[in-house]
């Protein structure tokens, strides 16, 4: 059975930081490109990041881009978000997603998802 679980929300005043956590099982996790997805209050899906199966690529959307980091340990099939200077528009639940294609990773069409954390940023 394919699993992603992610970890790591809660609530968090602006400027802060937090690390989201995302532990996959049942698939080949090291040949596949992870992401993440979020979806704030009444909006849609909005892609965030991913990271590809090397390790050696990552993205950003513009929205996050210097402030977001993005890891990947194959060893523990566990991927990372480390999300700095959080601002009150980086509310949403953040998904993992994961795919052996990138665009379909961005495109919020990945074949695997997590069931989603939730991440408030508010004072």
């Known amino acids: 059975e394919v699993q992603l679980v992610e970890s790591g929300g809660g609530l968090v005043q602006p400027g802060r930081s937090l690390r989201l956590s995302c532990a996959a099982s049942?698939?080949?996790?090291?040949?596949?490109?992870i992401g993440w997805v979020r979806q704030a209050p009444g909006q849609g899906l909005e892609w965030v990041s991913l990271i590809d199966s090397t390790e050696r690529i990552t993205k950003y959307a513009d929205s996050v881009k210097g402030r977001f980091t993005i890891s990947r340990d194959n060893a523990k099939n566990t991927v990372y978000l480390q999300m700095n200077s959080l601002k009150p528009e980086d509310t949403a639940v953040y998904y993992c997603?994961?795919?052996?294609?990138?665009?379909?990773?961005?495109?919020?069409?990945?074949?695997?998802w997590g069931q989603g954390t939730q991440v408030t940023v508010s004072s």
């Open positions: 997603a994961a795919d052996t294609a990138e665009y379909r990773v961005v495109a919020g069409k990945a074949v695997y």
């Open positions: 049942g698939f080949t996790f090291s040949t596949y490109v």
